[in-house]
């Protein structure tokens, strides 16, 4: 019984940062690869970046050099640091295990959270 937890967005000026946090619990480890997904208004959701079990990192060509994916293998936590953002990052943003190409492997999504950026 995996559940996902969404946390950290807001409202934010373009050029501003946040930084988002995904909890995972239940039949959950350090040894799955996770990934964040965004999906703004009338659009697909779309895949945004990866972390493997051990910290290797692969990220949309949208969010490269902007964004870091990074993993607390203490606690099932897992962060996107969002810096640079623009109004195009406006999107409610989930978090899920994934493959190593990006695939989400959970059925269920969490609640996500929502990202807003003012131009």
């Known amino acids: 019984q995996v559940q996902l937890v969404e946390s950290g967005g807001g409202l934010v000026q373009a050029g501003g940062s946040l930084r988002l946090s995904c909890a995972a619990s239940g039949t959950i480890f350090s040894t799955n690869t996770m990934g964040w997904y965004r999906q703004a208004p009338g659009k697909q959701r779309e895949w945004v970046a990866l972390?493997?079990?051990?910290?290797?990192?692969n990220y949309a060509g949208s969010v490269k050099g902007r964004f870091t994916i990074s993993r607390d293998s203490a606690g099932n936590t897992v962060y996107l640091q969002m810096n640079s953002l623009k109004p195009e990052d406006t999107a409610v943003y989930y978090c899920?295990?994934?493959?190593?190409?990006?695939?989400?492997?959970?059925?269920?999504w969490g609640q996500g959270t929502q990202v807003t950026v003012s131009s």
């Open positions: 899920n295990r994934c493959s190593r190409v990006g695939v989400p492997l959970y059925a269920s």
């Open positions: 972390i493997t079990s051990v910290g290797d990192t």
